[in-house]
């Protein structure tokens, strides 16, 4: 057993909080099932025979718990529920799940142990089982960490199952045919004559039904849907341009708002003079909010002129005004003093270091801010006694209670109205914009009001992805890979988050610190990861893939570097290194994927990377060119091992979108801070991948994994390793920092 695997004194703790936390709610409320949200204000006739399926005489409704942040959820949440009801795209319509209990999420738990994903000792177990049952009694509602999936793959089934099976009942009760007898199919319910009961006839009988709890789940020969290609049930709107999303909302009666805040995160606002902006057109009134001003005007555009003609004095951040002095407080922290954790210790690192051909590297990753294309917006109205929200956001009961305690409500007066989000990529988890909109409208009471920000505001008020540092010291012998030590710094994203939901990390250490770079099933013979906790400078937050991000850039590029000091091959060493049998089908999935080995022409270079994260195993290959232009990106190949593809058109769009999203950053992005604050406030400053400059991209999905995964997220922290690791292949120059267009042109 290596030492990585023995329970730690910090996991102690974590689990003797965590038992202590399932001993305080006790074993009852733990298996106890939440209330069915859906029986509340169910009308005569209808059915909610599960918390996701609603069927009355007019349709069949399925709820769709995890928010739709462009991932698809709707459609994977619908489809798995449809697979055991004998429902057909088609059939049915959906609807987002209103806040409840009932619609925790066990799966994202699995992520606050700190085992390795693949660890499936008692203690593993034991921990996620424990830390499962917290979240249930919590009713923690939220969609994040690719987790959607894994939530839902059992559960989704066995609601359209418990459904299917009460309707066959149903129909039992009305014709007198025994229930063995009766078979569904296509919305209906089939009598052996070949009769169909359509489910909307038999929803009135459903609805006297106690739900029938005792089903079985068909047989993988059996599916119709799950793992077949689907056709999104958004792709036509999103494809006409037809879809509303939250900021197309519009209420009868509201007004529209912006705010201007202070841009230096958490400082105030000292003075402001308001003159040249009162008097202009459509403006209704000035408010104050919390560090800033409001205009609210009668639109959005109106609204965001004046609040540009607004001059404000702010005070300081509470943080370094200047990135020198952020990445210096990143470099000093590599103390005994901020050890956060050693997470892995195999073999005897000080005597293998002891050598003077000891090889070291340092290498950085920076802030880097959300920035969905649909900017931050909100639309709130506050009644005499009760409050309305529409917005999307990924943890709707969290919204609930911020709204109330502003308004002086109780979080179920707050009723909350889900809306398609243009995007997030951890933006979501957020609260400003809903609580300044909230704080907007309980000045405006009986009015509802739309608050957008500007672009220039949603960037200027992100909380974005960590900044971070790794050291790494190694040695290489007889052509191998001999020993690994890599140090890293971050500030502590988790940390910051629960700050501002008013939540205390759990004890012991923040497995996102060193998330993609400890937990690689790589059996070097010395493997030392040490990360340290950097004190919090600008705020942060959850960014697409979290510590991956920058860990797997990290750990990637120090191991290329030894690969190639020991002159051995990237892919074969890594796969002579792998331990794990899932992870070596998707490093040989890869190889085999691009052609690895084949001769390249001259001036083109080949790189390949691979990270475990959120418990997915991915390769990928990289392919560039030297041009006179700068590097070209000719292709990329992605193995990864989910467990089991849902849909397989969605999932390779998300695959390919995860690529480009990682490239694209690592290539041209960071947030960087002068006087406070951030310097990029437009995508002029924050520029993605162009659209001609995306490669060709291969994705094979494997599924020899024994647990469902998600896909959302581990893509992403591969990518910027493969794309370095090539570059040298081309060039010879190694990238140490991102963003590589400081170092390099892209074409």
């Known amino acids: 057993m290596s030492r990585a695997s023995r329970i730690t004194r910090r996991a102690f703790l974590i689990g003797s909080a965590a038992v202590a936390g399932g001993v305080l709610f006790g074993i009852y409320q733990v298996r106890k099932p939440h209330p069915n949200p859906l029986l509340a204000g169910l009308k005569p006739g209808e059915a909610a025979l599960t918390p996701w399926v609603r069927i009355d005489r007019s349709g069949v409704t399925l709820i769709t718990s995890h928010s739709d942040l462009g991932q698809g959820a709707y459609s994977m949440q619908a489809a798995l529920i449809a697979e055991e009801l004998d429902l057909e795209f088609g059939q049915f319509a959906i609807e987002p799940g209103l806040p409840a209990e009932a619609y925790y999420n066990r799966a994202v738990a699995s992520e606050q142990v700190p085992f390795h994903s693949h660890d499936v000792s008692w203690q593993a177990e034991t921990m996620r089982d424990v830390m499962g049952g917290i979240f249930k009694v919590m009713g923690l509602m939220v969609t994040g960490g690719s987790s959607a999936v894994p939530d839902s793959f059992d559960k989704l089934r066995e609601a359209g199952a418990v459904a299917r099976e009460t309707l066959k009942l149903a129909a039992s009760r009305k014709t007198g045919v025994p229930v063995a007898q009766l078979k569904t199919a296509r919305g209906a319910v089939r009598l052996p004559d070949g009769t169909a009961l359509m ?35 958004d792709i036509v709107s999103k494809s006409t341009g037809t879809l509303r999303y939250g900021i197309d909302l519009a209420i009868d009666g509201m007004v529209h708002a912006t705010v201007k805040v202070n841009p ?46 607004i001059d404000c004095e702010w005070s300081q951040a509470p943080y370094p005004a200047e990135m020198k002095d952020h990445w210096a407080a990143v470099a000093a922290s590599f103390t005994p003093e901020r050890m956060d954790k050693q997470w892995r ?27 969905p294309m649909e900017p931050l917006n909100a639309v709130v109205r506050v009644n005499p006694d009760s409050v309305d929200v529409w917005v999307a956001h990924q943890m709707p009961r969290f919204v609930q209670q911020k709204v109330a305690a502003i308004t002086g409500m109780r979080p179920e007066q707050v009723r909350y109205h889900q809306q398609y989000a243009g995007g997030s990529f951890g933006h979501r988890l957020e609260f400003q914009n809903i609580l300044l909109c909230t704080e907007i409208a309980n000045q405006m009471r009986g009015t509802a009001v739309k608050l957008t920000y500007s672009r220039e505001e949603d960037f200027a008020h992100d909380f974005p992805r960590q900044i971070g540092m790794a050291r790494g010291k190694g040695v290489v012998k007889d052509g191998k890979v001999h020993a690994f030590d890599l140090q890293v710094a971050t500030v502590s994203s988790s940390a910051s988050q629960a700050s501002r939901l008013g939540q205390s990390r759990p004890p012991g250490a923040d497995g996102q610190i060193a998330a993609g770079a400890w937990n690689q099933p790589f059996a070097i ?32 590029a120090f191991l290329d570097e030894l690969i190639h000091a020991a002159g051995a091959d990237p892919l074969q060493e890594r796969l002579r290194l792998c331990n794990h049998d899932v992870s070596r089908k998707v490093l040989e999935a890869v190889g085999e994927l691009s052609n690895w080995g084949s001769p390249l022409e001259p001036g083109r270079g080949r790189g390949v990377a691979f990270v475990d994260s959120f418990g997915v195993p991915v390769a990928e290959v990289v392919e560039v060119t030297k041009t006179p232009n700068g590097i070209r990106i000719d292709n990329v190949y992605t193995a990864l091992d989910v467990g089991r593809v849902v849909d397989p058109v969605n999932f390779d769009n998300q695959v390919k979108g995860a690529v480009i999203w990682g490239l694209g950053h690592a290539m041209n992005c960071e ?23 995306c490669p060709r991209i291969v994705v094979r999905g494997l599924q020899n994994a024994p647990r469902i995964r998600g896909v959302g997220e581990p893509p992403v922290p591969p990518a910027a390793p493969a794309l370095a690791a090539a570059i040298f292949s081309a060039t010879g120059q190694r990238l140490r920092e991102m963003p590589f267009s400081k170092f390099v042109t892209f074409a």
């Open 199 to 233: 489910y909307t006839e038999l929803a009135e009988i459903a609805a006297t039904l106690e739900p029938v709890a005792d089903v079985t789940l068909r047989d993988p020969s059996a599916w119709r849907l799950v793992g077949k290609p689907m056709q999104r049930l």
């Open 264 to 309: 230096r995160q958490g400082g105030t606002l000292i003075r402001h003079n308001d003159s040249k902006a009162r008097n202009l057109r459509g403006v209704m009134t000035i408010l104050p909010v919390t560090n800033g001003i409001a205009v609210v005007a009668d639109n959005t555009w109106r609204a965001i002129q004046a609040a540009r003609l």
């Open 345 to 371: 210790d195999d073999g005897e690192m000080d005597t293998a270091l002891a050598r003077e051909d000891l090889i070291e590297a340092e290498y950085r990753a920076p802030y880097l801010a959300h920035a």
């Open 525 to 556: 013979p010395h493997f030392r990861l040490r990360a340290y906790k950097v004190p919090e400078l600008a705020p942060t937050s959850s960014w697409r893939s979290v510590g991956a991000s920058t860990q797997g850039f990290f750990a990637n």
């Open 671 to 693: 947030t960087t801070y002068a006087d406070g604050m951030a310097q990029q406030t437009n995508f002029p400053q924050f520029r993605g991948m162009r659209l001609d400059q």
